[in-house]
């Protein structure tokens, strides 16, 4: 049974279509990443069903904000909200890979030891090459690409 919306609660479904647009995806590719058709998405963006406490979860981790600061404010049911965890992850392995990578090459332009910085970079063009391999997703598979370019930069700088 759906639940009744207070005049001053936003729905929780244009929140959704919000999010999404402002990163520029459309219904398709946030249906993809929810594992939804894209009917199911219409259906949760238009009010005609509310979404589950696994969906709100896998919607927060996309946006990059907490389950409770999704719902916060909507007409989302309290018996629901009281169920969600606390946090959601907030990154993808390529974006925890790309972070790490970042934070190496910073570290070996502070070095001075040409060939562990060589062995290093190596390690992480093989990282990132296996990584793009097993990416379907055509925003990671780009910020893979650039990555691996930015190693091969970091690795020309050494010679």
């Known amino acids: 049974m759906a639940m009744a919306a207070r005049c001053d609660d936003e729905h929780l479904g244009r929140r959704i279509a919000k999010l999404r647009a402002d990163l520029g995806w459309t219904q398709q590719e ?3 990443r929810l594992a939804i058709s894209r009917t199911a998405l219409s259906h949760l963006e238009g009010g005609v069903s509310i979404p589950g406490e696994r969906t709100v979860t896998i919607l927060a981790g996309l946006f990059k904000v907490e389950p409770h600061e999704l719902v916060a404010g909507t007409a989302y049911p309290s018996a629901k909200a009281e169920r969600l965890p606390a946090v959601a992850t907030r990154h993808t392995e390529v974006e925890l890979q790309l972070a790490l990578l970042d ?4 570290w070996h332009h502070r070095l ?3 060939t562990e910085v060589r062995a290093e970079l190596e390690r992480w063009a093989s990282r990132l090459r296996d990584l793009a391999a097993s990416s379907h997703e055509p925003t ?3 910020a893979l690409a650039l990555a691996l370019r930015k190693v091969g930069r970091a690795l ?3 010679t």
């Open 112 to 114: 001075d030891l040409c």
């Open 103 to 106: 934070r190496d090459l910073a």
């Open 30 to 32: 946030l249906a993809a």
């Open 156 to 158: 020309d700088d050494l």
């Open 140 to 142: 990671e598979s780009a």
